[in-house]
């Protein structure tokens, strides 16, 4: 069975500081991951996926397939990051079913 | 129609009584799912539809839960015999497979909050 695990339930830096949130995910094929975000009063919405191998709002995310980790970063956190934020992954076949995990606080000072 | 859009958005409700949630997705969407959250949790996948075939439904559907989507449109979430710990927020997505513009992404909705008292 596929699991999906953000260890911080909570994590707050200052302004233009270095952030991660961390992902670990199990599962035993080939996983398609992403993170999803929620600012307040917002619907949950995509920020990114593993395979567009983008930067979206500064963020990027790795997959490390040895590690099963999806850690998001980004150099220089602002204010308007704050949000939920939640790791997510699709095991394989057509079914686009996510497995998400607890999902992480991330609050900025200005 | 720019997003997926629920009905009720609140539901405050007695222990025993029936609830019943819709979900109307983003046109051409063929997919379908039901995801619900509680309190410090993730997003817990339910159930879900390919136009009006349900496909599959998760282990925390229980029988006293069922979801409909007549007509491959919109979609009905019931909920009978309510109980306390089906306060959740219960969440739709849609989902187009294939080479449009916004394809290929699960676009949820803002939910249908329940609260059994």
């Known amino acids: 069975a596929q699991r999906v695990t953000q260890p911080e339930k909570l994590l707050s830096v200052f302004k233009g500081a270095p952030v991660e949130l961390k992902c670990n995910y199990s599962y035993s094929g080939s996983p398609e991951l992403f993170w999803y975000v929620q600012y307040s009063r917002q619907r949950l919405q995509l920020l990114l996926r593993h395979i567009s191998r983008e930067s979206i709002k500064g963020f990027t995310a790795d997959l490390n397939k040895g590690e099963t980790s999806f850690h998001l970063k980004k150099p220089f956190a602002q204010e308007e990051d704050s949000a939920m934020y939640y790791c997510a992954l699709r095991s394989g076949g057509s079914n686009y079913k996510l497995t998400f995990g607890k999902g992480t606080l991330l609050t900025v000072n200005p | ?117």
């Open chain 2, 1 to 117: 129609d720019t997003g997926v859009s629920q009905d009720p958005r609140h539901k405050i409700t007695k222990r025993g009584q029936n609830v019943t949630f819709r979900c109307d997705p983003i046109s051409e969407h063929n997919r379908l799912y039901w995801y619900r959250q509680t309190l410090g949790q993730g997003p817990e996948f339910l159930t879900y539809f390919q136009n009006e075939a349900q496909l599959e439904k998760s282990r925390l559907l229980s029988d006293r839960f069922s979801a409909e989507r007549p007509k491959g449109s919109f979609s009905t979430l019931e909920i009978q015999r309510t109980e306390q710990g089906d306060s959740a927020m219960y969440l739709c997505a849609t989902f187009l497979r294939g080479g449009k513009a916004g394809a290929n992404v699960l676009t949820f909705g803002a939910g249908s909050r329940l609260t059994v008292l």
